[in-house]
């Protein structure tokens, strides 16, 4: 008897307000060509045939996610998210099916390729307790004094950014993020969750263009990503 492929869940977190990119609305929505951020995210998810349901965490006052053309999809739901990243998450995991995968994606990555979408999901062979998209740090890396001044300089050999998607099974994920967070942990990502939990993620390399719409420079960038598909 053949088992039953697992589901793949997107949980993409869009509850944020994008303080760090001062615009006068949510930077989920800042226009990149012809639509928006979010758009451009759900895009790249909703058209990927290995993702089952796409699940949106909007943040309560949110009233502009009615008017995407998205939203509409019929792979898409919504849910409430929560005051950090971490809780939104956590609002859609509480309806993924049980036994599927989640792939947590930030809205603000709105460059993500299908082919890194693949990447993710074929490491589930090797690695059947999750694995991230990440960028082996190019730079030197030094450490900052309380003066401001360099203190050291650290071996960037293995260090890492932290991309998403991030891919866990629902479940595990649910259950370390919700007791790391009763735990007061720090979580910035999903493998931090997991990581707490005693996971050793596996790290995927994943593409330099990925780039998380964070500051306002980075719109320019993204656009000009989006624009040489
Ligand atoms: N996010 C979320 N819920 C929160 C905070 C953030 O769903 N309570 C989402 C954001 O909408 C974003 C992703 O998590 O898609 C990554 O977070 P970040 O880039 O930090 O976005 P913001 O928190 O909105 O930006 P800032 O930190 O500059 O305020
Ligand atoms: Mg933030």
């Known amino acids: 008897m053949k088992t039953q492929p697992s589901k793949v869940v997107a949980i993409v977190p869009a509850a944020g307000i994008g303080s760090r990119m001062q615009a006068d609305i949510p930077k989920q929505y800042l226009p990149l060509g012809e639509q928006c951020i979010l758009a451009h995210t759900l895009d790249v998810l909703l058209n990927h ?12 006052e949110d009233q502009t996610f009615p008017s995407l053309a998205q939203a ?4 898409l739901t919504t849910v409430v998210g929560g005051k950090e990243r971490a ?10 099916d049980s036994g599927s995968w989640a792939l947590v994606h930030d809205a603000a990555r709105p460059c993500l390729k299908p082919s890194d979408i693949d990447k993710l999901l074929a490491s589930r062979l090797d690695n059947p307790q999750g694995a991230i998209l990440a960028m082996p ?21 293995s260090l890492w950014h932290a991309l998403t998607p991030q891919l866990f099974p ?8 919700d007791k790391a967070l009763q735990n007061g942990v720090n979580i910035t990502d999903e493998a931090s969750a997991m990581e707490w939990g005693g996971v050793q993620p596996a790290l995927v390399i994943g593409r330099a263009d990925n780039i998380k719409v964070t500051h306002p420079d980075d719109l320019a960038l993204a656009e000009l990503f989006l624009a040489r598909r």
């Open 87 to 96: 809780d939104s998450v956590l609002a859609g995991l509480k309806i993924a």
């Open 72 to 75: 509409t999809h019929p792979k």
């Open 170 to 177: 629902a479940e595990l994920l649910a259950s370390y993020l």
């Open 137 to 157: 740090v190019r730079d030197t890396m030094k450490r900052a004094n309380t003066q401001g001044k360099i203190g050291e300089t650290v071996c960037r050999e």
């Open 49 to 60: 045939d290995k993702i089952d349901q796409v699940v949106v965490a909007l943040n309560p």
